[in-house]
């Protein structure tokens, strides 16, 4: 908050509004995200039994789990931006200002890119996804949301040897981001 605060650019400097904004801003893609990844994480886990049993017997693989718990189904699905400049995509001319949408969530699933794209592979290597983006845009916070991922999926495993999907639907959580409102589980027998 200092930075932002000290922050100026030619004489310019965030204004007061613009700086509650983007305290919201990181507030809220601070947390809600981090709830997405665990939660979309779990989930995923639990959805394809073999990986999970192979994260359970090798609990070292948890860094690379996360990994593709963000690739495969990360809190941020879509980007907005705004062209700054003239550029051509494709073949074709884009205009200076013109709002455009990145699909992350296409963009992780890149046969071009990822081999066997639609397959949960908690061994994936590389695994370069775009679930924190990427350049000037790249999540602030990756490095935290990996570690907090780590630790709570790593956790949950570990602490409930037997759990399972109450059920397969997903219920939404009220938020901008790609975040179960709920995830009903329950351990076995």
Known sequence: MSLLIRAEEDGDRLTQIELIAQSIGLLIAGFETTIGLIGNGVRALLLHPAELAKLRARPELITSAV???????????????????????????????????????????????????????????????????????????????????????????????RLELVSGNVEWGRSLFRVPGRLPVRTKG
């Open 67 to 161: 990994e593709e718990c963000l690739r495969w189904d990360g809190p941020i699905s879509a980007a907005l931006r705004i062209l700054h400049e003239d550029t051509e995509f494709d073949g074709k001319l884009i205009r200076k200002n013109t709002p455009v949408v990145a699909v992350l969530a296409a963009a992780n699933r890149d046969p071009a890119v990822f081999a066997d794209p639609d397959r949960f592979d908690i061994e994936r290597s590389p695994n370069e996804h775009l679930a924190f983006g990427g350049g000037a845009h790249f999540c602030l916070g990756a490095h935290l949301a990996r570690l907090e991922g780590q630790v709570a999926i790593g956790a949950l495993i570990r602490r409930f040897p």
